[in-house]
């Protein structure tokens, strides 16, 4: 009785130091993706050595951190941004790399083109020098973020030095709440088991909840699991799965497609495999979240207020509320809803997908962004993305409300283009890292999903959407 | 990668729990295309005063003096001791090279997120997994005490206090034979090109469509 954790592992193992479970292993990597911000220094150590990529073919590039999201004809006024994506260009010309260019269509979040382009596929081991390599494992994959040291690794050999987590089953059951998101689902979990309750742990999200869920959806929880300091989050293959590959551009085709998905229906949890710890989640208690803090396990629901400091009998954890709650300029005991915004940004790997778009534009349609709103953009996840966005007339509906429709990227996840947050000014945000600074020095992060983030850009704070609905 | 020798060292308290990467390397300091020349900037929103951007001189800023890094009596500090899940959010390795390029060596925690952890060991510097009472407890020590310094020894997987009170740690064997001989991951790594080859042709007749 195996989980779909230990196939996943156990395929890919080349060398074992010893025959314990937890032995150092030497495992293969399948598909490497590559973006600029994590690469220059792994190529240059590569040549350096004298070393070429093991498997060029396995590898694939994109710039996505860096990207300017608007007048990209201009190029990049950042000389330092804009040396890092001529470097990625260069390396990846040099060395035969597939790469899309900032002004290629099927440019984008590495993390939204990976399964886009089909270049993600179920049983395949993903990395990536980005943590949020996690979505990919809503692919049954086994996905995770690596370092530079280890992006060269894989360069040069095609595997990785790793050694086995600890498994962990979270189980979602029940069905949930209109205008309830996967967004809330992972924002509830992270403020159940915190944000290092996953640490040492790879994830399996499982239950009626999670098989409901749209690719997209998924890949939204997976995304979210490294938040919750698990190494890798991931779910098993279904019709949704298969639905989803069928035909883009690298999936298998012809007989090829058939024997693929003969393997990929097996790659779940065996009945009655056992997990080292399981995590419960009702569905249906789940409300629309909105973190508070610097943390996303500092979380709560839309009817929920924000903790008094007073209120907590742990030292330490008083004093981390109490420098969040100062640095998020809010009082104790607040009321979410009470909480008034200057800027609104969807985006991010974790939702600024196709349906996230969707959803936002559901709400919406008709509709004004509220006049203390300053700012309010969306950054698809990228050029196919919002080409798709266009022809169904989204791109009207957020121009209509007073959005900004930009180029797509990582734009003000982490602000390290242009778009970023000024000290104290505070955004209802898609994204998934609510850290001090992470958008802009001093600035203010609430994360929210997609619809959330709309309906308080019409009320110009937060509101429970369902209400909306 | 550096070698590991042992490290005695003066002390520092980040008295702080989920010290993510941003805030140890924070994002405008990842265009740089090097790998060294993080230390500078290493804690940069809580060291100083004003907004760093990437070739600015700290010679010229401000620095923030209730911020423990910038205390006179911790300067040179070799070794640092922080509270749960040190080094969560993002994979960049830039967070380590940052805290080695400073001058640290040594990082003790009650436990660090995964990466970040891994990302050490790729560098040669060392994250030291102590029971929480016992940071606890040293923490206390060093706020206390100035000029506290730690040894660590790493063949003996042991932190000595001044006071010559002495903590057993775990280390990975493989990643401590690493750490103590320098070794080059990938150089050991290449050792097993026949076995990677093998595994690599099995694999592409059993599942073609990954080759493609
Ligand atoms: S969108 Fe944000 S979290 Fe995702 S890869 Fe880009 S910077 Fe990282």
């Known amino acids: 009785m195996k989980t ?3 196939k996943l592992w156990e395929a890919h193992v080349v060398h074992a130091e010893s025959d314990k479970p937890d032995s150092t292993v030497l495992l293969y990597i399948d598909r490497h993706l590559v973006h600029e911000v994590t690469s220059p220094q792994a190529f240059e150590g590569l040549k350096l050595a004298g ?5 060029t073919r396995s590898i694939l590039a994109v710039a996505d951190h860096n990207v300017p999201t608007t007048n990209r004809k201009n190029g990049i006024s950042d000389p330092t941004s804009q040396l890092q994506i001529e470097t990625l260009d260069q390396n990846c010309d040099e060395l035969g790399i597939t790469e899309f260019k900032m002004n290629d ?11 886009e382009q089909g270049a993600t596929l179920p049983g395949m081991t993903v990395v990536c020098g980005d943590s949020h390599t996690s979505t990919h494992g809503a692919f049954a994959c086994l996905a995770f973020g690596i370092g530079t040291s280890e992006v060269e690794h894989v360069l040069a050999t095609q595997c990785l030095v790793a050694k086995k987590s600890k498994s962990m089953q979270v189980l979602v059951e029940g069905v949930l709440g209109k205008g309830v998101t996967a967004k809330d689902i992972a924002l509830n979990i992270i403020g159940k088991i915190g944000t290092a309750g996953g640490t040492g742990y790879a994830i399996e999200f499982a239950g009626n909840a999670i098989r409901s869920l749209s690719m997209e959806g998924r890949m939204t929880l997976c995304n979210m699991a490294i938040e919750a300091g698990a190494r890798a989050g991931m779910i098993a293959v279904d019709d949704t799965t298969i639905d989803y590959i069928k035909g883009r551009p690298f999936a298998p085709k012809g007989q090829m497609w058939e024997s693929a998905v003969n393997y990929w229906r097996t790659l779940k949890s065996d009945e009655g495999a056992v997990f080292d710890c399981v995590v419960t989640v009702n569905a249906a208690e789940i409300s ?24 907590i009998f742990d030292l330490s954890k008083r004093n981390d509320v109490e420098s969040a709650l100062k640095y998020m300029g809010i009082k104790p005991n607040t009321p979410i809803q009470a909480i008034y915004l200057d800027k609104i940004f969807i985006g991010s790997c974790t939702n600024s997908r196709i349906e996230d778009l969707r959803e936002a534009a559901s709400i919406l349609k008709g509709k004004r962004i509220a006049d203390n709103i300053k700012l309010a953009i969306v950054v698809p996840g990228s050029g196919l993305v919002k080409s798709q966005a266009e022809q169904e007339g989204l791109d009207q509906i957020f121009r209509a409300a007073g959005f900004e429709w930009r180029e797509p990227g990582c734009s003000m996840c982490l602000a390290m283009n242009d778009d970023k947050l000024l000290p104290g000014e505070r955004c209802a945000s898609t994204s998934n890292r609510n850290f001090e600074g992470r ?15 709309a309906a308080a850009a019409v009320a110009g704070h937060f509101v429970d959407v369902r209400l909306i609905h | 990668m550096k070698k590991f020798t042992d490290c005695d060292g003066l002390a520092v308290p980040l008295d702080r729990s989920n010290v993510d990467t941003d805030a140890i390397i924070p994002k405008q300091f990842l265009k740089s295309i090097k790998r060294s020349g993080f230390g500078q900037n290493l804690f940069d929103e809580w060291r100083f005063l004003d907004t760093g951007e990437p070739g600015k001189e700290n010679l010229h800023r401000k620095l923030n003096p209730d911020f423990v890094l910038n205390f006179p009596r911790y300067q040179g500090a070799r070794i640092l001791v922080t509270r749960d899940n040190f080094g969560c959010g993002s994979s960049r390795e830039h967070a380590p090279w940052a805290l080695q390029d400073y001058g640290f060596e040594v990082i003790i925690a009650p436990s660090f997120a995964d990466i970040f952890f891994n990302n050490c060991f790729k560098i040669g510097l060392l994250p030291i997994v102590l029971d929480s009472k016992v940071v606890e407890k040293l923490i206390a020590q060093i706020q206390a005490t100035e000029g506290y310094r730690l040894a660590i020894n790493l063949e003996a997987q ?7 009170e002495c903590y057993h740690f775990d280390v990975d064997s493989f990643r401590k034979h690493c750490l103590i001989n320098g070794l080059d991951e990938i150089g050991l790594t290449l050792q097993h090109t026949d076995k990677i080859k093998l595994f690599e042709q099995k694999r592409q007749s059993e599942q073609p469509w990954l080759f493609i």
């Open chain 1, 439 to 453: 958008q802009g020095p001093g600035g203010r992060t609430h994360l929210v999903s997609p619809a959330m983030a």
């Open chain 1, 105 to 115: 269509l099927r440019q984008g979040i590495v993390h939204v083109i990976g399964p």
């Open chain 1, 51 to 55: 070393r070429k990529p093991w498997r």
């Open chain 1, 288 to 311: 629309p979240q909105v973190t508070w803090g610097t943390s996303p396990e500092m979380v709560t629901s839309i009817e929920g207020s924000v903790p008094d400091p007073e209120s």
């Open chain 2, 158 to 164: 042991t932190v000595t206090t001044p006071t010559k």
């Open chain 1, 4 to 6: 779909l954790y230990d």
